[in-house]
C-alpha cells in the first residue's frame, strides 16, 4: 500500500463499530496523530489498543502549529489528522495546514468513513442529488434569512445543537413559512431518532425538549420561492396596495397561503 507523509482519518460519529480496518492500521503506523481534544481520541485509541503519540490540534492552535508540523515532516514523520467524531475538515480545522502541504509538496491523502452530513443524506429522502451544506446555521435572524434566501433552489443541509435547533426552526418558519424539513439527531447512536414533516410539526415533537447531535435540512422552494415573493411585495407596496390586498394577490398567484404572505407583509 501506498504510503503518505500525512493521512486524514474519519473515526466514528457514535457508533465504534464504524471504525474501519485501514483507519485503524494508519492510526497505529504514523508517528503522531494530531487531534481536537487528547481526552476525547484517547479513548478512542485505548479501545483499538492504538498506542500512537497525541498532540493537540484545533480552532485555536491551528495557525500556530503549522512549524510544529513543517518540522515533523522534515524530519520523516508520518502524521494523522483526527477530529473529535466523523470526518476532519468539515466543520473542523485543518484547511491551513492542508494549503501548507500543498505548498511544500507533502504527500498526503483521506480516508474515506463516517460523516454525519452523507449519513444523513443517505437516509433522507430527496427529489435530487442537489444540496448545499453551509456547516451550521448562522445565529442572527438576517444572517438566517440571507442564507435561505440565497440557496432557496437547493436543500440546504446544516448542524445544529439541542439547544438552539427550536429557535433556529421557528427562525426559519418565521421567513420561509410552514415548509417542510428533514432532521436526524444522534446518528449511528442507540437512540437515533429521523423526521420528515413540517416544522410546526417538528417543533411539536420536540417541544420537551431535544438532545443529541443534529442535522437538518430545509427543502428547496417551488418556482414562486420567497425571494421572488419579497419581491412582489415589495412591488405591490410602492403601488400602494393594502397588506390585505397584496396578501389577496400574491396567494392566488403562488403557492403561498395569504397568513403567510400577510406575515412576510408585516
Known amino acids: 500500500m501506498r504510503e503518505y507523509?500525512?493521512?486524514i482519518v474519519p473515526t466514528p460519529i457514535g457508533?465504534?463499530?464504524d471504525m474501519t480496518f485501514r483507519a485503524i492500521e494508519v492510526l497505529k503506523s504514523v508517528d503522531v496523530i494530531a487531534c481536537e481534544d487528547s481526552r476525547v481520541t484517547q479513548k478512542l485509541l485505548n479501545h483499538f489498543e492504538i498506542n500512537t503519540k497525541l498532540i493537540s490540534y484545533h480552532k485555536?492552535?491551528?495557525k500556530s502549529r503549522l512549524e510544529l508540523f513543517m518540522n515533523l515532516f522534515n524530519e520523516g514523520k508520518k502524521v494523522a489528522l483526527v477530529s473529535d467524531a466523523g470526518t476532519p475538515m468539515i466543520c473542523d480545522p485543518g484547511s491551513w495546514l492542508l494549503k501548507e502541504l500543498i505548498k511544500n509538496k507533502i504527500s498526503y491523502t483521506?480516508?474515506?468513513?463516517a460523516c454525519a452530513v452523507t449519513t444523513f443524506l443517505s437516509q433522507t429522502p430527496r427529489d435530487d442529488e442537489f444540496f448545499t451544506f453551509i456547516g451550521f446555521m448562522p445565529r442572527s435572524a438576517n444572517e438566517i434569512k440571507d442564507v435561505l434566501n440565497?440557496?432557496?433552489?437547493?436543500?440546504i443541509v446544516f448542524y445544529e445543537s439541542p439547544n438552539r435547533i427550536i429557535k433556529t426552526l421557528e427562525t426559519i418558519k418565521s421567513i420561509k413559512g410552514n415548509v417542510n424539513i428533514a432532521l436526524s439527531r444522534e446518528l449511528s447512536k442507540l437512540?437515533?431518532?429521523?423526521?420528515?414533516?413540517?416544522i410546526d410539526n417538528v417543533i411539536e415533537h420536540y417541544k420537551d425538549g431535544i438532545k443529541g447531535e443534529i442535522v437538518c435540512m430545509v427543502y428547496k422552494t417551488s418556482s414562486n420561492d420567497n425571494v421572488d415573493i419579497e419581491r412582489q411585495i415589495s412591488i405591490l407596496k410602492d403601488a400602494g396596495y393594502s397588506s390585505k390586498d397584496i396578501s389577496k394577490i400574491l396567494s392566488l398567484l403562488t403557492d403561498v397561503s395569504k397568513n403567510d404572505i400577510y406575515k412576510m407583509v408585516k
Request: glycine share 4%; no cysteine; proline share 4%.
Open 5 to 7: 507523509q500525512f493521512y
Open 60 to 62: 485555536y492552535n491551528e
Open 110 to 113: 483521506a480516508l474515506p468513513g
Open 15 to 17: 457508533n465504534l463499530q
Open 150 to 155: 440565497s440557496y432557496s433552489n437547493s436543500n
Open 191 to 198: 437512540f437515533e431518532e429521523s423526521i420528515v414533516d413540517d
